[in-house]
């Protein structure tokens, strides 16, 4: 054999074995990242991938996931990145493309989304593959976020009054008018009715038929709101306007919630943060770490927060209670979550949000059973009836509201926004 035959056969099989190992890494890893993905834990998953992409170049599938992964923790920069990078290596395919028009989302570029999206559809079929559900979800979220929807609903409503003679009786009805939303209604088999409006709640003053209910029919429009992670990082102000001071300090929800309690107190603390948007997300990442949605006998504010518990009634409230200890103004909002298509009957959707003011944006909406909604709040399905505790004896329950009535109704159009 000759003397230079040997090392070469000794450096190939080298890099052989080499190889083989590299191999091997990159399934165990890719398996890592399966098994991450199964349980949700985009942290655990996007390590996997990044260690498995050091052990080759990977393929569509890889690069794809490693950007939804990032998306889903929030690192839209590097989501968006990797999409981009991701087109430019295995080129435009359904999958590709719909994973660039998520990173778009991510990042706040719904122009850019809805382009992309218009690029798939001049795609052939063996392109597109199995990624057509994906895309169709990925439209309908684009809508849901920036779109409207339209709805027709109808209430049947007993407040028990008496009839003639006796004094009206009132009831808190969804805001007529707000950024948000447009409210139209009459009202049927009633005695009399009278809209009412006063400070931050629409009411109506109602004489019944003795005995009868009277029927409310509305026609509604509720506008999406996404406000996007790059608006978020560009909001550096921490100015709080005089007028809403009083939403830093203690409120009644119920019970008083004063955030100046100590456990409050010392969460609100470790999540201050340079900014009060992201301090608002460091709030909504521990609320989703250390609350699970349980019902609870726990009504104080520290109790709640012990015992890691609660629903949508003390999610809002916990969560505006730890925002106004950490320096951000917050309300509670409450409403009915509506059916998101077709028609629905005996829908009994109340519920509670909260809405924070960022400096110079003004109020924002905020889902605290979300981690993502501070960006990307979407809810065009969220009637909302009132915003609370703008005073600290200000108290949504001191109120008859519609949200304790069923209606029924339907879907009439999701659309984008004129």
Known sequence: MSRYLLPCLLLLTAAAGFAQDDEAAYREAMARCEEAKGKGDFATMAAALREALKHGPGDEYAWRSLSWALGHLGQWQDS??????????????????????????????????????????????????????????????????????????????????????????????????????????????????????????????????????????????????????????????????????????????????????????????????????????????????????????????????????GVCHHYCSTFTALCRAAGVPARVAHGIVLGAEGEFRDNAGSHGWASVYLDPVGWVPVEPLDAGSLALFGRSNYLLTDYANETPEDNHFAYTSIQGFKCDGEVLALEPQP
């Open 80 to 309: 968006l990145a990797l999409a981009r990078e991701n087109v430019a290596r295995h080129g435009e395919t359904g999958w590709s493309l719909e994973q660039l028009a998520e990173a778009q989302i991510g990042a706040s570029d719904y122009a850019g989304a809805r382009a992309t999206l218009e690029r798939i559809s001049s795609l052939p079929p063996e392109a597109i593959g199995t990624a057509q559900g994906a895309i169709d979800g990925t439209r309908q979220r684009l809508l849901d976020l920036t779109g409207q929807r339209r709805y027709r609903l109808r209430w049947q409503v007993d407040l028990g009054q008496g009839g003639p003679g006796q004094p009206a009786a009132r009831l808190l009805m969804p805001r007529f008018h707000d950024p948000r939303q447009d409210f139209e209604f009459t009202v049927h088999n009633a005695v009399t009715y009278r809209p009412v409006s006063e400070g931050p709640r629409d009411f109506i003053d109602v004489v019944q038929k003795p005995g009868e209910p009277f029927t409310i029919e509305a026609t509604v429009t509720i506008r999406g709101f996404a406000l996007g992670h790059a608006a978020l990082e560009a909001l550096t102000s921490t100015a709080v306007p005089e007028a809403l001071k009083p939403c830093l300090g203690p409120f009644r929800h119920g019970e008083v919630f004063d955030p100046a309690s100590p456990l409050c107190s010392r969460i609100a603390a470790f999540s201050r943060s340079l900014t009060p948007a992201r301090t608002v997300q460091n709030l909504l990442n521990w609320m989703r770490d250390n609350m699970k949605y349980a019902d609870t006998q726990n009504a104080t504010l520290d109790a709640i927060l012990a015992g890691g518990q």
